[in-house]
């Protein structure tokens, strides 16, 4: 397979090769199990060096997409369906980082007083006026940008809606997109988010939890359109979906024209040298309504959350909802986006996950992350 590696633009040329291989396995053009050409022949067909293509093959042995084999080179991991006899029995142990206190993992409250002084400087009184339904365009200008350069989703502005953490913007997808569908969630999965969709008399379906996401069992006789499932550190298990589940997920919602609620909580922090996949980036437009807060990459008390709408939706989701004032106050909102803004937000999260890789390097000296 010949790559043709165009690095004018803003991407780095492992970045870019990384998506090409990764497109190829999935798409089936390496099919699961299959060698793959070795660093110095993929050097050679695309005129980059052995050490981009490293940096690319990295990064596909890390979502498990690829798998290195002593003196044998490497082979696709990725497959096309995956299936588990089990769910997962008895309790899970949580990771012992996550259950040690975060206290070097809040935001720096200097640097977050730096940014409230800047806003408060340059808004003055405008400070009091009421924002936007939506949120204030500033802030969702910012995580419109945010998102492209660190997620690779390339979502305009006016499909990003504000509110104050994960529990209400539950209630706005409720409100706004599932309306009387019921939705398949992990099973163990987080309960609030169960309870929120019962006490709107949404109906759930438990699919039970296997290694690497959902049962494939579980999925194929679910009945369900809508699937709520959190893809990174699931909570109680800590599970995380491999990159075959992942897709597994949006064929799902592609084969019965279903629709995902994506929680991508607390995947910044990934122990990967790049962020995540998310599943809006990996699948077609519309399938994916995607949310986060910032509860555990800032600090608990920070209660803002945010939800972005599938293309389509965007009018049925305001006609629904639209009524309702932001729940954020305007102060917090516009120090928010002056720290995605001018990137003392990402430097924090680079910081916690370079802490997070040295902190498993220390109690795993023989576990493979690259740093």
Known sequence: MKYHIETKGKDKAYMILYRRVREDIVSGVYAYGTRIPSKRQMAERTGVSVITVEHAYDLLMEEGYLEARERSGYFVSYKEEVSFSTGVKGERPVPTLLKRTRGKEIFPFSVYARAVRTVLSRWGDTLWESSPHEGMKELRDALSHYLARSRGMMVPPDRIWIGAGAEYVYHLIIQGIVEGESVAIESPGYPKAREIYEAHHIKTEALAMGKEGIVSEALRTSKAKILHVT??????????????????YIRWAEDRDGLIIEDDFDSEFTLLTKAEDTLFALASEGRVVYMNTFSQTIAPSVRIGYVVIPRGLEKKFKNRIGFYSCTVPVLEQLVLAELLDNGDFERHINRVRRQRRRSIKKEMPGKSISI
């Open 231 to 248: 893809p990174f550190h699931s909570y109680p298990t800590g599970i995380t979906a491999t990159a075959s589940k992942r897709q597994e």
